[in-house]
Structures are given as C-alpha cells and as structure tokens.
C-alpha cells in the first residue's frame, strides 16, 4: 500500500501563489507517475497537471505558463507550484500517483484551495 500526504493547500489573492507538496509512504515500488486533479462541488475531477519518473510533464490548458510540477525522486514527493492564481482556481486538489506491481493508482486526502478575488 502507498500513502498519499498533501500539504501547502490555503487561502490566497487572486494574483497570489501557493505550492502543494505530496509526499508518498508505504510499500512504495516504482512511483511511475504522480500529479494532481481538482474538483470543485457539483463537476467531475479534472486534470491539472501530472509528472512521470523520467521528467516528463504534462498540463491542463487552463494552468499552462501559470502552474509548474516538479518531483523528488529521492524523497517520493511532488510539487504544483501554482502562479498567478484566479478564482476559478477554486477547487479542492487531490494528488494522485500510479505505483506499484501490479500498477495501481492512489489518492491523496485533498487540500483546499481558495483564491479570492
């Protein structure tokens, strides 16, 4: 099993910054890809930004040039670095990761986000 702990989710102006961080523990093996959806009431989780373990990103269009992920191999941790923020931004955050033999997906606990404007 793999445990998922976010941290750095808050209240922010609209323009501001945050930094989520995801810390995976546990029986980790080959923690392939870790990123972050987000949700807000009444909508579906959609993507905001993933990473896998040689480097390679890949982001939503409504966070491009404003949201940067990165990773710590060495710790098993993630970060969103989140930029000029808007209030649309709004949403609770969950990191997620593929890991593990058979592969199989895990969820962080969520962090709200709160950009006011």
């Known amino acids: 099993q793999v445990q998922l702990v976010e941290s750095g989710g808050g209240l922010v102006q609209s323009g501001g910054s945050l930094r989520l961080a995801c810390t995976a523990s546990?029986?980790?093996?080959?923690?392939?890809?870790m990123g972050w959806y987000r949700q807000t009431p009444g909508h579906q989780r959609e993507l905001v930004a993933s990473?896998?373990?040689?480097?390679?990103?890949n982001y939503a269009d409504f966070v491009k040039g404003r949201f940067t992920i990165s990773r710590d191999n060495a710790e098993n941790t993630g970060y969103l670095q989140m930029n000029s923020l808007k209030p649309e931004d709004t949403a609770v955050y969950y990191c997620y990761a593929f890991a593990g033999m058979p592969e199989r997906q895990y969820w962080g606990q969520g962090t709200q986000v709160t950009v006011s404007s």
């Open positions: 546990g029986s980790i093996y080959r923690l392939r890809v």
């Open positions: 990473i896998n373990s040689g480097g390679s990103r």
